[in-house]
């Protein structure tokens, strides 16, 4: 199945995640990702959700989303003329046999330790959803105990603020 992610400049008023999660609700798309914070203004917030479906059914979303009064704009993210990105937090658990092929496994990713006890690693990542998910693949050779994923982030590429571009749908 196709997926899409929308970057949605929207008011920053009470409810508005809820009434911009009940459209995709309402037409049924599952949300994969979801993404929620203020701009560089406090009045507007950034939200990004990853979606799966796309088409006709995907742009009627929109024109719904557009109806929305809190909405201010709505961007289709393309790969190609963004900087994406995603945390992860994963806890792995700590055997003394297994540390080295952990940190091994850590620095082929680039991911880094920001907890360490005698029963638990905590490692960081900051990439793309591609690597991230290679990651935990490589690292369900050990224990782990618990991940934690931000979800996807986006800017645009170029000096054109969201708000102000005018292929925006």
């Known amino acids: 199945m196709s997926g899409f992610t929308l970057a949605i400049l929207v008011k920053n008023e009470f409810g508005v995640l809820n009434r911009v999660t009940s459209m995709f609700r309402r037409r049924r798309f599952s949300i994969k990702s979801l993404s929620v914070s203020e701009t560089e203004t406090t009045a507007k917030s ?41 945390l992860l937090l994963l806890k792995v ?19 880094k330790i920001v907890d360490y006890t005698r029963d638990s690693v905590v490692l960081q990542m900051v990439g793309s959803s591609r690597s991230i998910d290679a990651f935990i693949e490589v690292m369900q050779d050990y224990t782990v105990l618990e991940i934690c994923r931000t979800g996807v982030i ?8 969201m708000e102000k571009r005018t292929e925006i749908y």
Do not use: M, W
């Not at 799966?52 to 557009?66: A, F, S, T, V």
């Not at 986006?154 to 603020?161: A, D, H, Q």
């Open 46 to 86: 950034r939200i990004t959700i990853v979606s799966d479906g796309g088409g006709r059914e995907k742009n009627q979303l929109i024109d719904q989303l557009y109806k929305l009064p809190v909405v201010v704009s709505i961007l289709e993210i393309k790969e190609e003329e963004c900087i994406t990105s995603e």
């Open 93 to 111: 658990e700590n055997r003394p046999e297994l540390r080295s092929d952990i940190h091994a496994a850590a620095e082929a990713f680039g991911a």
């Open 154 to 161: 986006s800017l645009e590429r170029g000096s054109i603020p």
